[in-house]
Every structure is written in C-alpha cells, then in structure tokens.
C-alpha cells in the first residue's frame, strides 16, 4: 500500500494537492506523536491559541512564517517583546494578524519564563496527561474537552497564560501525544 493508499484518520483526508501533502506529512510524522521541552510546546501552544476559530490548515501554511515573526519561539525572546513588536507583527501578513493572539503570545511567553527552572512548560504541561486509553474507532468518539484539559487550562490560566481555553488545550494534548486520538484502523503506529 502507497503513502497515499493509507488509512488515516478521516480530518486528515483532503482532495490531491499541495494542502492535501501538507495535511498529510502533519498527520503522518508529527499529530499525535509524542513532543516534550519547552520550546517545542511553547510553539505548539502558540500556534493552537492562533487556530482558534480558524483551519489549523490556515496555521500549517503559515507555520514558517510565525516561526521567524516569533524568533523560533524562544520563550525569552518573545517575553521580551515590546509594544513595537507587537505592531511589527500586526503588520506581518505572514502570519495570522490578530492583536489578542499575539498580545496572548507573549503574555504566554512570559508566563513560561516566570516557571522558573524548578518547573519546566513541558513538566507542567505533560502532568496533565491522562493514562494510556484504547482509540477510538471513529471521529465521532473523540470529544473536544476532557477533564484533564479543564484541569489544565485552569492552571495555566491560573498562572497568568491566555487562550488556553479547554477545547484549545485538548487540541494540544491530541497534536503534542498527551492523548493518542487517531483512530483505530489509522496506519499511524500507537504510541505508549
């Protein structure tokens, strides 16, 4: 069975063309596959609140580009933004222009680097992950929130991050491993 042949989970099926091989390479090697550090899940944090009421299609296309806009999402260097950053980056049409999500951007860039070093972003992140569950046959069986998403946008609104709602943080524990929701007949490997 070729690459295409394969079955994936149904979000990820799009018509032939460069945004199908887009969603595709997303889905295949990163969705759902373990990823811990901070920068890592700083960025993934970052680019959910982003998506949040638009196409994570939207968001893949422009990835690189808020990759540069946000210096590769080095904590410290986006917590030190000024208010001219923030015009430079609503003059970005690379990126999604949006003063609250930027603004939420680097208040969260902030926040991360008040942890600290006893606490890391992806220590407190991956704390929230629920045991190992079987997946689910189909889409319909996988839910938007979990009680450890409340729990976890609660601490880290708790601790002064933003755009961290529950539906957008459960989208970040799919797309980061917490939680492994490709469906069952899906070729992607399980993780443990």
């Known amino acids: ?12 099926v799009l018509r032939p063309g460069p ?8 889905h295949d090697h990163e969705w759902g596959r373990p990823l811990y550090g901070r920068v890592a899940l700083f960025e993934r944090l ?8 638009l196409s994570w299609l939207i968001i893949l296309r422009k990835r ?4 540069r806009a946000f210096a590769g999402f080095d904590i410290e260097t986006v917590a030190s933004y000024t208010d001219a950053d923030v015009q430079r ?6 990126i999604v222009r949006n003063r609250a999500k930027i603004e939420a951007t680097v208040a969260n860039a902030r926040a991360a680097a008040n942890l600290g070093s006893s606490e890391d972003l992806s220590e407190l992140m991956w704390s929230f992950a629920p045991p190992p569950r079987p997946r689910p046959a189909d889409l319909s069986e996988i839910p938007s929130v979990s009680a450890e998403s409340k ?21 970040l524990m799919q797309a980061t491993g917490m939680v492994d929701d490709h469906i069952r007949d899906c070729w992607v490997p399980a993780h443990s």
């Open 151 to 171: 729990a976890m946008a609660r601490e880290l609104k708790r601790r002064g991050f933003r755009f961290v709602g529950p539906t957008t943080v459960y989208a």
């Open 89 to 94: 980056l609503l003059a970005d049409d690379g």
């Open 64 to 67: 690189e580009n808020f990759r």
């Open 19 to 26: 945004d199908a091989e887009l969603y595709r390479e997303y």
């Open 46 to 53: 970052s680019l959910e609140a982003f998506q949040s009421g």
């Open 1 to 12: 069975m070729n690459n295409q042949e394969q079955v994936r989970c149904g979000w990820a």
